[in-house]
């Protein structure tokens, strides 16, 4: 199987997560909260992911044990590719933290996140607003002209 194009063009970022997913997958086997079916469960799906995508996986492994810099240019280059395109990602957050937060056992915990959101798309605006604005732009370059010429 293959990476959706998607995945395929963060496949650098992706891999963090599946590491990271290893690892929690591993933790939920000695956690006491859920079912032993539960926590065998959650296993064998990150197993059968990790088969499936074996080659690239051991690709981006190899990458990173014989190339680390390369490893990293190309996940700042795809970390960058994700700020570029952060309002995708903000509108598929915004549906996710309000079913979250609807069904959330601890409405504290819901708050704290649609409080997040809510800063974040507001500041987000504000970049936007601010990248876009010219002659925010041309104050902006006029004065850091001004402070090197000095």
Do not use: C
Not at 41 to 65: A, P
């Amino acid at each position: 199987m293959e990476f959706s194009n998607v995945l395929y063009s963060i496949k650098h970022i992706f891999f963090i997560f599946i590491v990271l997913w290893g690892i929690f997958s591993i933790f939920h086997l000695f956690h006491n909260g859920l079912a032993i079916s539960w926590r065998i469960t959650i296993v064998i799906i990150f197993f059968i992911f990790v088969f499936f995508y074996f080659s690239i996986l051991f690709d981006l492994y190899k990458l990173i044990y014989h190339n680390p810099m390369l490893y990293l240019k190309n996940f700042l280059q795809e970390f960058l590719l994700i700020i570029k395109h952060l309002d995708i990602v903000i509108y598929f957050l915004w549906p996710n933290i309000l079913i979250f937060s609807f069904f959330s056992v601890k409405e504290k915990k819901s708050l704290e996140f649609i409080k997040f959101l809510i800063v974040f798309t507001l500041l987000y605006w504000i970049y936007l607003s601010v990248k876009d604005n010219k002659k925010i732009l041309e104050i902006w370059h006029h004065f850091v002209l001004q402070e090197i010429q000095k």
